[in-house]
């Protein structure tokens, strides 16, 4: 009986994805109108769809496939594009580096592609379930996580593609707050259990609110991270890593 | 032309992603660094929220700060993440109308 308890509360690799999946369940919400109306935009652009789907695949970057189709659309150069998304996506390195941080016991095999899938919102996820990361099995969690994330977006963008815009409009721009709510329901329960954090958040708000004054949202945002979170160093406690 | 823009948009997206899984191993980061890295996430999800999310209704800035104050109350009460969701996405539905 005891023997039966322990192994019932020791997940599976199986669990671990479902638990990832449910976790994950929001960004479908949120990327499937998004990916949806990315699908339609790059056809408008003039982008195949193959070429659109392909970028979804191996790109997965929602804001530089939006930035991309645009900026073919208006016939801009292919090393244009390709430096203002290296500029957008510039972000997705210091949270890689805040992600990665806490997987040193997950193996390179593991590592590598987990993080080839951050996005904003994935990244987002896995930061507030950074425990999962200690746990047997740990890996299984975050890969269920992003692969929930890639499929809503690479389905999405395919269905757009093909269908257009099957979503009613009043409808799909309302669910762009989807993104925005999901991570405020992330950042609340961290702010109850630490009031610290929520200002560490206010102050990369305010940053980013001033810097995307001067400069292009890529770099705000960058900018605003990696200055905000140094107000970490001095807010929070000791980490034992 | 597209094809050589959508390969040069998969180096500059994955290189940036990959580079620190691949060197975390060699290194050991002070005190201070990881308490800075620790507090990326939450910098990270101010810079994501504010002030893009004035700009859900692209007419009327209020709809999605009023969408995100409803997500707030829902948090606070505890919700699941999916229902603050919902919750967001009917409030700025109805605001819309």
Redesign the interface.
């Known amino acids: 009986m005891e023997r039966e308890a322990q192994e019932a509360s020791l997940p599976t690799a199986k669990d671990m994805m479902k638990k990832g999946f449910i976790?994950g369940?929001?960004i479908m919400?949120?990327y499937l109108p998004i990916a949806l109306t990315y699908g339609v935009l790059a056809k408008q652009a003039?982008?195949t769809l193959l070429?659109l789907v392909?970028?979804s695949v191996?790109?997965?970057?929602g804001a530089?496939?939006f930035m991309?189709a645009n900026m073919?659309a208006i016939g801009a150069g292919?090393?244009e594009?390709?430096?203002a998304?290296?500029v957008l996506?510039?972000?997705?390195?210091?949270?890689?580096?805040?992600?990665?941080?806490h997987?040193?016991d997950i193996g390179?095999r593991w590592?590598?592609p987990?993080?080839?899938g951050?996005t904003?919102e994935t990244?987002?996820v896995s930061?507030?379930h950074k425990d999962e990361g200690k746990k047997k099995y740990g890996r299984y969690f975050y890969a269920g996580l992003i692969l929930t994330a890639y499929f809503s977006w690479v389905f999405g963008s395919l269905l757009g593609g093909l269908l257009g815009d099957i979503i009613p409009e009043?409808?799909s721009?309302?669910?762009?707050?989807?993104l925005?709510?999901?991570?405020?329901?992330?950042?609340?329960?961290?702010v109850?259990k630490e009031l610290k954090?929520?200002l560490?958040?206010?102050?990369?708000?305010l940053?980013?609110?001033v810097f995307?004054m001067f400069m292009s949202d890529g770099w705000?945002?960058v900018l605003?991270?990696?200055?905000?979170?140094?107000?970490?160093?001095f807010?929070?406690k000791?980490?034992t890593? | 032309?597209?094809?050589?823009?959508?390969v040069?948009?998969?180096?500059?997206?994955?290189i940036?992603?990959?580079?620190?899984?691949?060197i975390?191993?060699k290194l050991e980061?002070r005190?201070?660094v990881?308490?800075?890295?620790?507090?990326?996430?939450?910098?990270?999800?101010?810079?994501?929220?504010?002030?893009?999310?004035m700009t859900?209704?692209g007419e009327d800035p209020r709809i999605?700060l009023l969408?995100?104050l409803v997500?707030?109350g829902?948090?606070?009460l505890?919700?699941?993440?999916?229902l603050?969701?919902f919750?967001?996405?009917?409030?700025?539905?109805l605001l819309?109308m």
């Open positions: 976790v369940f929001p919400l949120g003039g982008l070429e392909a970028m191996l790109v997965f970057a530089s496939q991309g073919i292919a090393a594009i390709i430096i998304t290296l996506n510039f972000r997705h390195f210091v949270m890689s580096l805040s992600f990665v941080n997987m040193r390179l590592k590598v987990l993080s080839l951050l904003d990244f987002a930061a507030i009043r409808l721009e309302s669910m762009g707050i989807a925005y709510a999901m991570f405020i329901g992330l950042l609340i329960p961290s109850k954090v929520g560490i958040a206010v102050v990369a708000m940053l980013n609110y995307g705000a945002i605003a991270t990696v200055i905000g979170g140094f107000s970490g160093v807010l929070l000791e980490d890593r | 032309m597209i094809f050589v823009i959508i040069g948009m998969v180096l500059v997206t994955m940036p992603r990959a580079i620190p899984a691949l975390v191993d980061f005190d201070w990881n308490r800075w890295l620790n507090g990326i996430p939450f910098a990270a999800l101010g810079a994501l929220i504010f002030p893009g999310i859900v209704q999605g969408g995100g997500a707030i829902l948090a606070l505890g919700l699941n993440v999916i603050v969701v919750g967001a996405i009917i409030t700025v539905f819309s």
